[in-house]
């Protein structure tokens, strides 16, 4: 028998599990379907366990500079693996708290891999072998993104970003393939943790796509804390075993290392949906949709990471959030998409929002903008008397003052430029931020001491 629904969600990470809970809020009678556990790249592989990592990594800053405040610890030393074991109970914790915050919201959480049988029909494979099919009045793909391996000779010995959350310990020395923020980012937890790190860049430069002067002030730093970044090179093969491998380079080094990170890119995961069946257009390897989240067919939806327009949490759950508020809460609305303020939990931290300089330029010309910025070293590190500085970046409109991004590489860069984007998406000017009264001492305060 065909158990019949409002909506069926497929995948439940972040904007499937905001989507169903909304919607059943409204009263719609509500399935989500999820293979694997509930929560989504970001709370089992992805943002909640890498930050965890991030903080445990930034211990032997902490531990090296207490000896200039006066504190004497004696010997330390770091156990990854005891730090690993405690990140996996967390994310088992949040896990069974998101399985309960589905059974109180009254949405049914259906475990199995879904695929499409017909244009309203889902066909449930469980992991013991029965299947189920349901059918939906309205259905929605929020199945995310999978990381991809380079097309190399023993690409397949690599970790991506999703193993090294099931690792026992860390090898002594890894090699990270990749420039964007997942290789930045791990590139510093291991470097931190203890492990030798070479990072392969087939640029010039780490991460593209920022602001040029902020990637290029979080390089400097990486280099400075003993990241082996080398840029313009990329790798041709891997060979040995695991444990013992070696890495062949394009120009033609070879480094041996007990691990490799394949940080090379995530693609929407649409393989095993059967889309074809629905008849549900496929662009590329990501499934387009309009203002409304809806795809070429009326009744189905998709949001967050198998769209691939901006593949961030937040973004997927305010998407699922406006889908059930438009089709049940008699609340119509589309996500704005044009002002996403974006973080790299890299060390030292990148945060931005807005234009970038580049960016800006393009739109309005060189003379058509101002950059003002502020480089210093914090007042947490005067005493230590360690870099790196921190880098602060306004980038204004001349013809009306207006603010067009607001840029930060340094200590708790994210907390800050979260509430500078309220700012912004409001519409500030320079004159707005210069009258607004400095919280002193601090480093956010050098947003409104900008001198013009």
């Known amino acids: 028998m065909t158990a019949s629904y409002d909506l069926i969600v497929l995948g439940a990470g972040s904007g499937g599990l905001a989507a169903a809970k909304r919607a059943a809020s409204y009263g719609a009678r509500v399935a989500i379907v999820e293979g694997d556990r509930v929560g989504g790249t970001c709370v089992i592989r992805g943002c909640v366990p890498k930050k965890l990592l991030v903080y445990g990594s930034a211990y032997h800053h902490h531990l090296a500079d207490a000896a200039s405040y006066g504190w004497s610890l004696g010997e330390v030393r770091c156990d990854p693996a005891t730090l690993l074991t405690n990140v996996r109970a967390e994310v088992d914790r949040l896990n069974r708290l998101h399985i309960g915050f589905l059974e109180k919201a009254g949405v049914e959480l259906v475990s199995g891999w879904g695929s499409f049988s017909g244009p309203d029909t889902v066909a449930v494979q469980a992991a013991d072998g029965s299947s189920r099919e349901l059918r939906g009045e309205r259905i929605l793909i929020a199945v995310g993104g999978r990381p991809q391996r380079p097309g190399i000779p023993g690409a397949e010995l690599g970790w991506v970003s999703d193993d090294l959350f099931n690792l026992e310990r860390f090898p002594e020395r890894m090699v990270v393939v990749g420039a964007g923020f997942i290789a930045c980012e791990f590139a510093g937890i291991l470097n931190g943790l203890g492990v030798q790190v070479t990072q392969l860049v087939r640029r010039e430069q780490i991460l593209r796509g920022f602001d040029r002067e902020l990637a290029a002030s979080v390089q400097e730093a990486m280099l400075a804390e003993g990241v082996d970044l080398r840029c313009g090179i990329s790798p041709t093969a891997i060979s040995g075993t695991p444990g013992d491998l070696r890495v062949t380079t394009s120009n033609g080094e070879t480094i041996d290392c007990g691990g490799v990170l394949l940080a090379t890119g995530r693609l929407p995961f ?84 807005g234009l970038t300089e580049e960016e800006a330029i393009e739109r309005h010309g060189a003379d058509g903008i101002r950059i003002h910025r502020a480089s210093f070293r914090p007042m947490s590190q005067a005493l230590p008397a360690r870099d790196p500085k921190v880098l602060l970046k306004l980038v204004v409109e001349v013809a009306s003052g207006r603010v067009l991004g607001c840029h930060m590489v340094g200590k708790h860069a994210a907390e800050i430029i979260q509430m500078a984007a309220i700012a912004i998406g409001m519409g500030a000017t320079k004159a707005d931020f210069d009258r607004t009264m400095a919280l002193h001492p601090s480093v956010a305060e050098e947003f409104v001491t900008m001198a013009n």
Do not use: C, M
């Open 270 to 353: 649409v393989e095993g949906l059967n889309l074809e069946a629905a008849g549900v257009a496929v662009e590329g390897s990501r499934i387009p949709v309009d203002a409304d989240q809806r795809t070429n067919l009326p009744h189905v939806y998709a949001v967050g990471d198998v769209t691939d327009r901006i593949n961030l949490t937040p973004v997927a759950i305010d998407e699922g959030r406006a889908l059930a508020d438009s089709l049940w809460g008699g609340k119509p609305r589309r996500v704005d998409h044009s002002l996403v303020a974006s973080a790299v939990f890299s060390q030292p931290e990148l945060a931005t929002v």
